[in-house]
């Protein structure tokens, strides 16, 4: 599919695109910006997660494209680009990295969970170290009808801990350990609807992940672990998910309120740094 300013490759008919034709360093104009990034916005909601090779993304180009889509995220646990608070450094040789392995949309522990992300890789190892996405919407559509009718209207809690628990973001020091209990203060479990309503398109996608939905709220403890089990294993099938083989200069932008992701940890020591700045989103809500 060509567009007026670029052309759009889909990945899968559930999930994904590649768009090229464009400099996101250079977006010249105001008419010229404007134009494309209502292309992007418009290829953002149809198919979720859009890919850019070759960008080379600078940090301040970086922010003012996550800025054009909403305001941007601090995040309470990562470290930041230096004078950029709103770009985190995902640096294998930094920081434990293990929960990006985990299937998980981003920073769900929050009342009003981010709207999408901009991610450039910086560095990527010579193999290993692939994403994957996963359509929430692609999933709650396959369900049986007998299970979609279940799960509308149920919710479900979201928890910090799970994906940052004290045993690897703790710390050697009171001062660490003291940190990591501010954030978990500051950042209490929270519910959100097991199947959410997008605000654009108003289309419903399954929202629980592995990485931070603790239960279902309205069921009994062991009914509530079966069927979030199911869920999350159904949410990530391969119909539902495509695999992206990152190379240096990569841009990818995802709509975080229907997706979930999982970066691969199989590279080793090898290095892999990632920029990532998030953009803030809404109260999650459902609309039957």
């Known amino acids: ?27 010249d104009g105001a008419s010229i910006k404007g134009r494309v990034l209502a292309q992007i916005k418009e290829a953002l909601l149809r198919h979720q997660v859009i890919f850019f090779r070759n960008q080379n993304l600078q940090t301040p180009a970086q922010v003012n494209l996550a800025r054009s889509l909403g305001s941007l995220h601090i995040h309470p646990v990562f470290p930041t680009v230096p004078n950029f608070p709103e770009v985190i450094v995902l640096d294998s040789h930094e920081t434990d990295l293990r929960d990006n392995e985990l299937w998980h949309t981003d920073v769900t522990f929050s009342k009003t969970p981010p709207l999408g992300c901009v991610l450039r890789a910086v560095k990527v190892p010579k193999s290993g170290g692939d994403t994957l996405w996963a359509s929430g919407t692609a999933a709650f559509n396959a369900l049986d009808i007998k299970i979609q009718d279940k799960i509308k209207g149920l919710t479900a809690t979201h ?36 199947v959410r309503t997008h605000p654009d398109t108003g289309k419903l996608a399954l929202f629980v992940s592995e990485g931070f939905t603790t239960k279902i709220n309205e069921l009994p403890e ?32 995802w709509d975080n309120r229907v997706t979930q992701h999982k970066a691969l940890f199989d590279y080793g020591d090898a290095h892999r740094i990632m920029h990532r700045a998030t953009i803030n989103g809404d109260v999650p809500y459902y609309v039957a």
Request: no cysteine.
């Open 222 to 253: 062991s009914e509530s672990r079966e069927l979030l089990d199911f869920l999350t294993q159904h949410a990530v099938k391969e119909a539902f998910h495509l695999r992206w083989q990152w190379q240096e200069g990569d841009v990818a932008i």
């Open 1 to 27: 599919m060509t567009s007026q300013s670029f052309t759009i490759t889909p990945i899968k008919d559930t999930i994904g695109a590649i768009i090229s034709g464009v400099d996101l360093n250079h977006l």
């Open 159 to 194: 928890d910090i801990r799970l994906s940052f628990p004290k045993e690897r973001f703790g710390g050697a020091s009171k001062a660490e350990k003291a940190r990591l209990e501010e954030i978990y203060r500051k950042n209490p479990p929270v519910s959100h609807p097991v």
